[in-house]
């Protein structure tokens, strides 16, 4: 019996990735010294697996923005718009991949980035591989070789992760009509051969081939890539051990493909679908391994030991214990890395800190489920189990989790929670001299850039060398000037800022019952930026006001409207660690109906517009189709929950972005915002032909630039975007903004991007017969 890991985080434990690629990025450090950090974090990562006792040690599960990115950058899918920077010599290779990631503005280039979106269900963000008809594919990048023999210089034979040929061509997108890329396949697998080959030549012996599109919906052509490409391999690299990795979800109905695909071993994810495990031990032929996704890599919970062994047994019964291996559900790149970083006093009690395991404390678990697999009757493996179920039991029975109240109001909720008093024609009319705006209504999506002084602001304040008192007093200036400079650039709708948040999580969590949070539990979301979801342990409710305080405070210093700024309890619910022990549709109730308060208040203390931000709605959706109708019904549930509170004559506002709309606009409709802002630049409007096809009834702020990209935008392009908006959709429902917040981003860059898209706005009120100058 084996153990292995399908990746671990590569941020390093104190975010040590993160600082050196910003670093690098702002011209504070040499590419080697990058190099250098991406090496140590490696090793350091090797050693701890290596220590814990995993004997199939991953590698290329390290990448120093993306492991999508990665592999279009192995098989040179480099798009024409980034050539010029190929053909610059003098550019290191790194500068061409980082330009793939962020665009390129610099030696007269201005280059955009390429789309960023959803990693399946979860909060991490992958580069969408572009390709055109008859895309030619090459070894480009080397880094699968190199760094396997980096870890095997250290003295591993590690076995190398990589993203599966049809998986790969699955998370891409065709950038011209007239083909399909999965037709792509023969042209793409001979470069994975190549790779094959010489990791055979190197000694490699298991290799992990990532193909999470098996536990999605195929159709035949995809299903005929499978058979084709897994053929191909086992000829061309008949001594590789080939373990085809799912995760996320069950295999169903790809079941019989999946058992009959010539690889050595496949992993199921049996956290996510315990119930395939069954099914598929009677399917698998003998000669094939397979691997038991048993510690959860998407929650913080500690394994609970007996459960797992019970699925251990269950597979040991019908298969041989050589050709079993344990494993992680899918890559712990989605587990914060070490709970020893979390020092006490934080709100990690030691009670709950005993419920956790962070992405080192899993890989222990790992091992320890191999021990007590092979000898559960040796002392110090009942001692291991016996501690292990303590903890276990403690969850179950401990007293902070439940709360009466929070579990009553839940269940006394009606219909009449979630419906506005009149449908959206009849507010419009109630909204539109309630507001006073122009055509064109331009705003932006809530947080303006979270400089270093602010972030060092609330450092300052965490280690008690600021007051709170102090510390909002900065944050009072920092609004302040913010709603001055919106004013005195002509935005309609303003914002506060969002300068007093963490993060649009987190902030809600700090202050909510029922969640605690890490002082270190850093995951990450895209590139270098990390999150640190916090964790719901027990029923949710607001004890006070979260955010009407700066709010009022904004809108008391200008006669322009200020959004209130919420964060919905779908996004809340999706990225945060929920709870394991009741329906996530509970959970996001609870958040509902606490969210629903807050918006009650800001009505109250006079806020008119309130946005519900909900990024996560989409992402949040099931792998399989036939379970989205159920996980759609409860989450436009919630949000409708937590919106319709308020009069009619206020406007409720939500906001997505990194979502493709298409397959659910008419559920998108049903959340029944009066506005809703959309990403959209980076996929050049085309997200807006969902919403026109189905003559979406609402307001629509579709993007018109991207925040992702420290690229600025011209007026002009922004004109463009919008002249493409209205080509689609009627000019009285269009809003303009950017693509997300700009908590991101410089005030270098935000001033002028925003100032160009005031005036974009402008030119396109004056091409209109109805447009008024503002
Ligand atoms: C909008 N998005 C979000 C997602 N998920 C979230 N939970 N939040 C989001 O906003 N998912 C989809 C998108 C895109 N994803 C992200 C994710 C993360 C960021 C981001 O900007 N992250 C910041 C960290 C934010 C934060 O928690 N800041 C804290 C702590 C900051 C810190 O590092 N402090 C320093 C000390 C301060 C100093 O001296 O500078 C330290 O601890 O060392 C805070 O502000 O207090 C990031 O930098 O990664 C954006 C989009
Ligand atoms: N209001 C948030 C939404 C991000 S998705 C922000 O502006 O950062
Ligand atoms: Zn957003």
Known sequence: MLTHNLGYPRIGSKRQLKKASEAYWAGKSTLRELQETGANIREENWKIQQEAGIDLIPSNDFSFYDQVLDMSFTVGAIPERYHEIVTDQKKPELDLYFAMARGYQKNGLDIIAMEMTKWFDTNYHYIVPEFKKNQPFKLFSTKILDEFKEAKRQGIITKPVILGPVSYLLLGKEKEKGFKRIELIKNLVPVYLDILKKLEESNATWVQLDEPFLAMDLDQEEKEAFEYTYKTIRKACPNLKILLTTYFGGLDENLDLACELPVCGLHLDLVRAPKQLEKTLDKLPQNLSLSLGLVDGRNIWKNDFKASLELLELAKGKKSENRLLIASSCSLLHSPCDLEEEKSGSGLTAEIQQWLAFAKQKVGEIASLKQLALDSGLPENQQLLEENQKAIQSKKTSSIIHKQEVGQAVSSLTPGHSTRNKPFGERRKLQTPNLNLPLFPTTTIGSFPQTKEVRQWRALKKKGKLTQNQYDELIKSETEMAIRWQEGIGLDVLVHGEFERNDMVEYFGEQLEGFVFTQNGWVQSYGSRCVKPPIIYGDVSRPEPMTVGWTSFAQSLTEKNVKGMLTGPVTILQW???????????????????????????EKEGIKIIQIDEPALREGLPLRQSDWEAYLDWAVECFRISASV?????????????????DIIKHIAGMDADVITIECSRSQMELLDAFAEFQYPNEIGPGVYDIHSPRIPSKEEMVELLEK??????????????????????????????????????????????????
Not at 576 to 602: G, H, K
Not at 745 to 763: C, H, Y
Request: aromatic share 6%; charged share 30%.
């Open 725 to 774: 908006a209205k080509s689609v959709l009627p000019e009285e429902q269009l809003w303009v903004n950017p693509d997300c917040g700009l908590k991101t981003r410089g005030w270098k860059e935000t001033e002028p991007a925003l100032e160009r898209m005031v005036q974009a706005a402008k030119a396109l009120r004056k091409t209109t017969v109805a447009g008024i100058e503002n």
């Open 646 to 662: 308020v009069e009619d004559k206020t406007q409720i506002h939500t906001h997505m972005c990194y979502s493709e709309f298409n």
């Open 576 to 602: 945060s660690f929920v709870r394991n022990d009741q329906p996530r549709s509970t959970t996001c109730q609870q958040i509902a109906l606490a969210i629903r308060e807050e918006v009650a208040d800001l």
